[in-house]
């Protein structure tokens, strides 16, 4: 089964608003997962780091103030696109990892976000 | 700067014969690789990992290669199934946890 959750699988908006996506670990905590984004045909690019109790580190060329992220518990990190835009529209999707270090990243189901 | 690159967009596999799916990187410091499959709108799901320190790593019908002075990995699947059409990404880690994907290659296996 699924070890990492994300919600909501998809997600239509207007242009202008802010949508929040939600990415759980599940049975285990997660003091770091990562955010990553998939446009069509092109392959999955690290947004940001979600560090828990901490600010999140971002990729370059990431806008921070766009792309909010906050790692409030051991379990769950949420991503807010804010004030999307059409070009905003992508494939988001979260991982974590059962043991720091290792190769044992998971990752979420992804959710598409289409901005109209 | 594309770190890890699959120049192979694409493949096409006649059931029961091998693929072979290729990935290049540039950056040395890699100490392990991983390929993962995935199906659209879905997140990936990992395959096979190999370890800087290893040249080849089996498990079932897949088997992953590394050639280091080549800074090139590839992955055999054997016998190619119709259900292992996807595509497939090359990782590597930049950090803890996080992954620097290759651009992917979609495998289809025909009949």
């Known amino acids: 089964g699924a070890v990492v959750s994300q919600h909501p699988s998809w997600v239509i908006c207007k242009s202008g608003t802010s949508v929040k996506i939600e990415c759980r670990s599940l049975?285990?905590?997660?003091?770091?997962m990562f955010w990553y984004r998939q446009f069509p045909k092109q392959s999955l690019m690290l947004m940001a780091t979600?560090?828990?109790?901490?600010?999140?580190?971002?990729e370059q060329g990431v806008e921070k103030d766009k792309f909010l992220i906050n790692h409030a518990s051991l379990t769950l990190s949420t991503l807010t696109v804010t004030s999307a835009h059409p070009e905003d529209s992508s494939f988001y999707i979260c991982s974590a990892s059962l043991r720091q270090g290792g190769d044992t990243i998971y990752f979420g189901e992804g959710s598409w976000l289409t901005v109209v | 700067d594309q770190q890890v690159k699959q120049n192979s967009p694409s493949l096409s596999v006649q059931e029961g014969r091998i693929s072979i799916l290729n990935c290049d990187y540039t950056?040395?410091?890699?100490?392990?690789f991983l390929w993962y499959k995935k199906y659209p709108a879905e997140g990936p799901t990992f395959l096979i990992s190999i370890s800087s320190i290893k040249d080849k790593n089996e498990d079932g019908r897949f088997t992953v290669f590394l050639n280091k002075s080549a800074k090139h990995l590839s992955l055999h699947i054997v016998p190619s199934q119709p259900g292992d059409s996807a595509v497939y990404f090359c990782a590597a880690p930049p950090g803890p946890d996080k992954l620097i994907f290759g651009t992917g290659t979609r495998l289809q296996v025909f009949p």
């Open positions: 950056n040395s410091m890699f100490d392990y």
């Open positions: 049975d285990f905590q997660a003091t770091t």
């Open positions: 979600s560090n828990e109790g901490s600010k999140a580190t971002y």
